[in-house]
């Protein structure tokens, strides 16, 4: 598999931009003795990290319980994420800015033989965290839907990486251009403003074709 790897020497392709798309200690004063011999070592649970999941309290409680879905993106339901009446799953996030406020950071949509997926800039700002966390987003629905290697993946990662740094230092404007990173299955990569919802900002959209069963 053919991974471009030079951002700007990529074939540009047209696309319409894309919307819409977080342990108790106990102690006791009085000390207290611990046959060794008879008392099994207990090591600290380690706690994975949800992709959507902003709060570190929040990384603590199970998955959410959901109904069983036939969705071929189900599993991001351990990732915190819920699927909208629409059958797009969704990341919702607090407004760092506005108390009581949320809007959607991450979202993800079956559309035919696609997957699009966004990662939704408010006001063109990427919320703290965010960077890291698209790219676990991004790279996880590619390696779940795509035909490629460990070492493809790597490739990719970093060029996603590379892309959303250059959004970030805003050495990218929103354009309706598209990059594409992995040719086989002609995924691309696009960052652009939004064209409809309530969200006042741009996005950072992968666009990826399912490998035919």
Known sequence: MNIIVRLFGAIV????????????????????????????????????????????????????Q????????????????????????VCYANDPKKEGRYFTLFKVKQVNSR???SSFLDEGSLIQGQE???????????????????????????YLQAFVSLVKEGKIKPTRRGYLFD???????LYHT?????LKGTGITINIYLPKS
């Open 183 to 189: 040719q086989p299955n002609r995924a691309m990569v």
């Open 13 to 64: 392709l047209q696309v319409s931009a894309l919307a819409a798309m977080s342990s108790m200690a106990m102690s006791d004063d009085k000390p207290f003795r611990v046959n060794t011999q008879q008392t099994p070592a207990v090591y600290p649970r380690k706690t994975t990290q949800r992709i959507c999941s902003l709060d570190p309290i929040e990384d603590l409680l199970p998955p959410p």
């Open 132 to 158: 890291n966390r698209s790219l676990d987003f991004f790279m996880m629905l590619i390696e779940h839907h795509t035909n490629t290697t460990k070492e493809n993946r790597q490739g990719i990662r970093r």
């Open 115 to 117: 997957l699009i997926a």
């Open 66 to 89: 959901t109904k069983a879905s036939n969705s071929l993106l189900s599993y991001l339901a351990e990732q915190g994420f819920t699927q909208n009446k629409e059958g797009s799953w």
């Open 194 to 198: 939004l064209s409809s919802g309530n």
